[in-house]
């Protein structure tokens, strides 16, 4: 079946600017993370949907940085006046329902961001 | 604080020469230890998933152990193919998310 996609594949923007990154879930999978990939860095987690439940925004790092999750299915990660230091791939990865040691986070192939 | 560390940051093998990655982890109450593959440019790819303490999964060349500190990734006549960083992630027991912490990889290079 189709794995996680998103949306662009890469994105050029200027600094100051608004951008939004799109990620398709693979299909009846009900959690959704978003992770941040910085050049040189480990993946950072930024936020968690699951189901209908509030999300998980602790590791968003500043209040420019969104995301919503709609019809429980495709969510946007948008980030508000871009900074330089906001350019880093952004990795989307979707399981299914959280229980207990079943879960297993499959990931896409990322939006590669650029702020010039 | 949860931590996890991987040695070494790159490792430079000959086509057939094993050898083994290891990630050290400090995490409250582990409820998973996951190894994934990247290739430059795309996503990570998931390999294994250990749970317990002497539990070991392979594929492969592949082989994936889990003591109650650190795991081995360990690679049997590598080829090739197999060049690329490796990452290692924990998901604590107090966590309600789900969510991974990562190491910062190993980079291997498999030269023919």
């Known amino acids: 079946g189709a794995g996680v996609s998103q949306s662009p594949s890469n994105k050029v923007t200027e600094k100051g600017k608004d951008v939004e990154l799109r990620c398709d879930p693979i299909?009846?999978?009900?959690?959704l993370y978003w992770y941040r990939q910085s050049l040189g860095q480990g993946l950072e987690f930024l936020i968690y949907?699951?189901?209908?439940?509030?999300?998980?925004k602790s590791g968003l790092p500043s209040d420019r940085f969104s995301a919503e999750r709609t019809g429980g299915s495709v969510s946007t990660l948008t980030i508000q006046r871009t900074q330089q230091e906001d350019s880093a791939v952004y990795l989307c990865?979707?399981?299914?329902?959280?229980?207990?040691?079943?879960?297993?986070?499959?990931f896409g192939p990322g939006t590669r961001l650029l702020v010039l | 604080e949860d931590q996890v560390t991987q040695s070494p940051e790159a490792l430079r093998l000959q086509e057939g020469e094993s050898s083994s990655l290891n990630c050290s982890y400090t995490?409250?109450?582990?409820?998973?230890l996951f190894w994934y593959r990247q290739d430059p440019g795309k996503g990570p790819e998931f390999l294994f998933t250990?749970?317990?303490a002497g539990e070991e999964k392979e594929k492969e060349r592949l082989k994936a152990t889990l003591t109650k500190k650190e795991s081995f990734l360990h690679i049997t006549a590598p080829k090739p193919e197999d060049s690329a960083t490796y990452l290692c992630?924990?998901?604590?027991?107090?966590?309600?998310?789900?969510?991974?912490?990562f190491g910062q990889g190993t980079t291997l290079q498999v030269k023919p």
């Open positions: 995490v409250s109450g582990l409820r998973g």
């Open positions: 949907f699951q189901g209908n439940s509030a999300p998980d």
């Open positions: 250990l749970y317990s």
């Open positions: 990865a979707s399981s299914s329902r959280l229980a207990g040691y079943q879960e297993t986070q499959y």
């Open positions: 992630a924990v998901r604590h027991g107090s966590s309600n998310t789900g969510k991974l912490i």
């Open positions: 299909s009846g999978h009900t959690a």
